[in-house]
Each structure stands twice: as structure tokens, then as C-alpha cells.
Nanobody, 126 residues
Framework: VQLQAFGGGLMQAGGSLRLSCAAS????????MGWFRQAPGKEREFVAA????????FYADSVKGRFTISRDSAKNTVFLQMDSLKPEDTAVYYC????????????????????WGQGTLVTVSS
């Protein structure tokens, strides 16, 4: 599976951006799709995930209520709608795919994801 993330950019605090992640290759199997981010000088952290079982979305506490993950299975694309952006949301955002069947506790762990996109930079100015 190949992943390509895009949609990043520069936004003022309080604004919105929508990131997209297009999947290609062996996309017939359903994957858990996740978004992670990495700010300068910090470790990569979990942002949101949409589980392969369908109908289950999970968020980091720092983005809950502001970010929404969704997917369009027909287009093999997952989205991250980011509202009420804050300067601390500034980071490179990565989409990732986790093979189906992994237990729920692995969903927030970057090491448990099998495929990664190249990242897209989001910069939020104050």
C-alpha cells in the first residue's frame, strides 16, 4: 500500500484545514487509518485513527472536539478535518495504515503501523 498525504499549508490560529491521504496499491484489505504528527524537536505523536472495523474513530485528547477523521472507501482516501487550529498544532502530519486485525490497544502506537505517507507540513500562526 502506498500512501500520499497532502493538504497542508499555513493557517492562522482559529482557522481550518483539511488533510487528505490517498491510498494506492493493495487497498482491497481494509486497514485502520491513522494520522500522526511530529513537531520540530519532538517525537511523533498520535492524532487520530479510524479503525478497520468501521464506525470507530479515536482521537488524542489534544485534538478531540477540533479534529475529525473520516474516510471515503470508494476513493481509498482518508481525511483529517482540522478546525479551531492552534499554534501548537504546527507539525508535519503523516498518514499511516495498520493492517486489519490488530488489537485496539495498538491503534495509538506508531510502531504498529505498517505503511506511511511522506508527510505534509501544517503551520499555524498566532
Amino acid at each position: 500500500v502506498q500512501l500520499q498525504a497532502f493538504g497542508g499549508g499555513l493557517m492562522q490560529a482559529g482557522g481550518s484545514l483539511r488533510l487528505s491521504c490517498a491510498a494506492s496499491g493493495r487497498t482491497g484489505s481494509r486497514y485502520t487509518m491513522g494520522w500522526f504528527r511530529q513537531a520540530p524537536g519532538k517525537e511523533r505523536e498520535f492524532v487520530a485513527a479510524d479503525r478497520w472495523t468501521g464506525g470507530s474513530a479515536f482521537y488524542a485528547d489534544s485534538v478531540k472536539g477540533r479534529f475529525t477523521i473520516s474516510r471515503d472507501s470508494a476513493k481509498n482516501t482518508v481525511f483529517l478535518q482540522m478546525d479551531s487550529l492552534k499554534p501548537e498544532d504546527t507539525a508535519v502530519y503523516y498518514c499511516a495504515a495498520q493492517s486489519r486485525g490488530k488489537i485496539l490497544s495498538t491503534l495509538r502506537l506508531s510502531a504498529e503501523y505498517d505503511h506511511w505517507g511522506q508527510g505534509t507540513l501544517v503551520t499555524v500562526s498566532s
